[in-house]
């Protein structure tokens, strides 16, 4: 590795850190960075997994202001379910072809940034989270979160935009709480694909050690920004940043 391609994966940690805690999809940033130094597409992704784990969690703790003001039993019963699916997700990737997937995920991260889009009209259809039943709320809160966890031990570029439209027709919460949460289950499903990648999958250890510091700066960088935009703000800035992480992802799909 040279010093530019240090200064290369560098610069896409950062940004890549800052991104996932406001919005998500820094993966678009730093998975073609370590193709860009030499790495194959399956050891890029496994790679990029590992190195941005440390970004999810400085997110949480810049995030953790948010955190205290949702109720500890929410944010502790959603860990289980995170894991089972984020670890079902990596044994997909690694036992599965990944065309036919790949040409599904550009139509799930538009939607999900179309479903933030218009959440207030579609809580009128689904109804609103604080009409919910409390039975009803936890079991939809619990499948938002194995489906965003299973996409994102898969994938997980835009998890970010996905669970925060998820979350959000479930959780009567401001949009920082929101995200606050949603940088929670991201990551509980990065550590699951630390654990299993580091021990079945191709990891690139140097460019980790490259990445992984940098992701981690930019991740609480991202977190008390996000806590600092106004909740319309925020909102829109993801629905952007979704659909244009969406059509990039639909252009390499087709291309």
Same mark, same amino acid.
């Given at each position: 590795?040279?010093?530019?391609?240090?200064?290369?994966?560098?610069?896409?940690?950062?940004?890549?850190?800052?991104?996932? %805690?406001?919005?998500?999809? $820094? &993966? =678009?940033?730093?998975?073609?960075?370590?193709? !860009?130094? *030499?790495?194959?597409? +399956? @050891? #890029?992704?496994?790679?990029?997994?590992?190195?941005?784990?440390?970004?999810?969690?400085?997110?949480?703790?810049?995030?953790?202001?948010?955190?205290?003001?949702?109720?500890?039993?929410?944010?502790?019963?959603?860990?289980?379910?995170?894991?089972?699916?984020?670890?079902?997700?990596?044994?997909?990737?690694?036992?599965?072809?990944?065309?036919?997937?790949?040409?599904?995920?550009?139509?799930?991260?538009?939607?999900?940034?179309?479903?933030?889009?218009?959440?207030?009209?579609?809580?009128?259809?689904?109804?609103?989270?604080?009409?919910?039943?409390?039975?009803?709320?936890?079991?939809?809160?619990? %499948?938002?979160?194995?489906? $965003? &966890? =299973?996409?994102?031990?898969?994938?997980?570029? !835009?998890? *970010?935009?996905?669970? +925060? @439209? #998820?979350?959000?027709?479930?959780?009567?919460?401001?949009?920082?709480?929101?995200?606050?949460?949603?940088?929670?289950?991201?990551?509980?499903?990065?550590?699951?694909?630390?654990?299993?990648?580091?021990?079945?999958?191709?990891?690139?250890?140097?460019?980790?050690?490259?990445?992984?510091?940098?992701?981690?700066?930019?991740?609480?960088?991202?977190?008390?920004?996000?806590?600092?935009?106004?909740?319309?703000?925020?909102?829109?800035?993801?629905?952007?940043?979704?659909?244009?992480?969406?059509?990039?992802?639909?252009?390499?799909?087709?291309?």
């Amino acid at each position: 590795m040279n010093l530019a391609d240090i200064a290369l994966l560098s610069g896409a940690g950062l940004a890549a850190g800052t991104v996932n %805690a406001i919005a998500g999809g $820094g &993966s =678009l940033i730093t998975f073609p960075a370590l193709i !860009a130094t *030499g790495l194959s597409p +399956v @050891a #890029a992704n496994v790679t990029n997994s590992v190195s941005v784990f440390p970004g999810y969690v400085a997110s949480v703790y810049g995030s953790r202001m948010d955190l205290s003001e949702l109720p500890r039993r929410t944010v502790a019963g959603i860990v289980p379910t995170s894991v089972v699916a984020a670890a079902l997700g990596c044994v997909l990737l690694l036992i599965t072809p990944a065309r036919a997937f790949d040409l599904v995920v550009p139509f799930l991260v538009l939607a999900a940034a179309t479903t933030l889009a218009f959440q207030d009209r579609l809580r009128k259809l689904v109804g609103n989270p604080r009409d919910m039943s409390p039975s009803r709320r936890t079991l939809s809160l619990h %499948a938002m979160v194995f489906a $965003g &966890s =299973l996409y994102g031990g898969y994938f997980g570029a !835009a998890l *970010g935009v996905m669970l +925060v @439209a #998820a979350l959000g027709l479930v959780l009567d919460q401001s949009m920082a709480r929101i995200s606050a949460l949603k940088n929670v289950v991201s990551a509980i499903a990065g550590l699951v694909t630390v654990c299993v990648f580091a021990l079945f999958g191709p990891v690139e250890w140097v460019d980790v050690l490259v990445v992984a510091p940098t992701a981690m700066l930019g991740g609480y960088v991202g977190a008390r920004l996000a806590r600092r935009l106004p909740s319309a703000v925020l909102k829109w800035l993801i629905v952007a940043f979704g659909t244009g992480v969406g059509l990039i992802l639909l252009y390499r799909a087709l291309t």
